[in-house]
């Protein structure tokens, strides 16, 4: 046989091994493309909500913007609508550093130095009744994953700046840069971010000093990505932290299952008992509009539009991504029990 031929059999084994992989889980690559296509088509009218406007330059997204992607772990993409616009991946970059810190300190670093619980309120708590907005820390609220940042080893504030954004970008499998404006207007704006970092460090629950600390979480917010990119981040997850389009590994795979545990309970801020009881998939979200969902062990869905609702979830970005879990039927405790 010569080269050419062989490198067509190759191509041709792979190309069957990854649709054969697709159909082995029950989804063919048609099936993966039409429910994303139909996601798409079933919210693109859904205007409800409105962009974040805390960040002031977040209100100035086009708010119509849309679009919905699969990544699968072998590396397969469906996608619609706008998966290339970049936009700030603000909350959801937050698990990923928190996998950064695991990785260089254990998981247990993070159990025990900032914490798993989403309310960490006891079962009998007045408190909670009283102000519903108190919760302890867990890496994935600000004042947890301002914590984390401050937990990276670094030597200075730029290798903290470079571990973090060079982390990100390998789970995105491209290479990333900051949204300058977006971090302008943010940091601008830090008021309240500032005061947690203080006060965490007061309370010597920060690891670093606390305006690096902030600067470097405000940078980490600002780094733009699309749908797509997010996909990637997510597929990775699903590949037991091996990105599939690079073949880098990225974070031990004895990570992964601590940490989706970790955005099962807290991805979705106020709303992440509804998200799991309605889609039934660890997820996260960010107010820049970007949400990412893994299917562990398969696929990660990723969607992108900046209307939020009140608990600071897009709209269609979540509804898209439940349609696509209930249709697929792949919600970890069973179908969707509002269907
Ligand atoms: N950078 C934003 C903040 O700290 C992130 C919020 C979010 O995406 O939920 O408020």
């Given at each position: 046989m010569n080269k050419l031929i062989q490198n067509a059999v190759a191509a041709v084994a792979v190309a069957l091994m990854l649709a054969s992989s697709a159909i082995a889980e029950g989804i063919t690559p048609a099936a993966f493309q039409s429910v994303v296509d139909e996601a798409y088509a079933k919210y693109?009218?859904?205007?409800e909500g409105s962009n974040?406007?805390?960040?002031?330059?977040?209100?100035?997204?086009?708010?119509?913007l849309f679009g919905v992607v699969i990544v699968t772990r072998e590396g397969a993409i469906y996608s619609a609508g706008d998966v290339d616009y970049k936009f700030a991946i603000e909350s959801v970059s937050k698990p990923f550093t928190a996998a950064l810190v695991m990785k260089q300190q254990g998981p247990n670093a993070i159990r025990e130095k900032?914490?798993?619980?989403?309310?960490?309120?006891?079962?009998?708590?007045?408190l909670s009744l009283e102000i519903h907005k108190a919760r302890s820390v867990n890496p994935l609220v600000n004042a947890g994953a301002i914590a984390t940042v401050s937990m990276v080893?670094?030597?200075?504030e730029k290798d903290r700046w470079n571990q973090v954004l060079a982390n990100i970008s390998d789970f995105a499998g491209t290479k990333l840069t900051v949204l300058e404006d977006v971090y302008d207007s943010e940091y601008e704006n830090v008021w309240g971010n500032r005061g947690i970092a203080n006060l965490l460090y007061d309370y010597k629950r920060?690891?670093?000093?606390p305006e690096e600390a902030l600067r470097v979480y405000t940078r980490q917010c600002s780094i733009g990505v699309n749908a797509l990119d997010l996909g990637v981040m997510g597929a990775t997850l699903a590949n037991q932290?091996?990105?599939?389009?690079?073949?880098?590994?990225?974070?031990?795979?004895?990570d992964v299952p601590g940490l989706l545990a970790i955005m099962a309970t807290?991805?979705?801020?106020?709303?992440s008992g509804e998200w799991l009881y309605s889609a039934g998939l660890p997820a996260k979200t960010g107010v820049g509009g970007g949400i990412v969902a893994v299917v562990p062990g398969r696929f990660a869905i990723a969607a992108f539009s900046p209307r939020l609702n009140a608990a600071g979830n897009s709209i269609r970005s979540l509804s898209a991504i439940r349609y696509i879990s209930g249709k697929l039927g792949v919600g970890l405790f069973g179908p969707n029990p509002d269907e």
């Open positions: 693109k009218g859904l205007n974040a406007d805390y960040i002031p330059i977040l209100a100035e997204t086009p708010s119509d900032i914490g798993l619980e989403s309310t960490g309120l006891p079962f009998n708590s007045k080893d670094a030597k200075s920060l690891y670093s000093e932290g091996v990105n599939p389009i690079t073949g880098k590994r990225v974070m031990p795979a004895k807290a991805g979705f801020y106020d709303q």
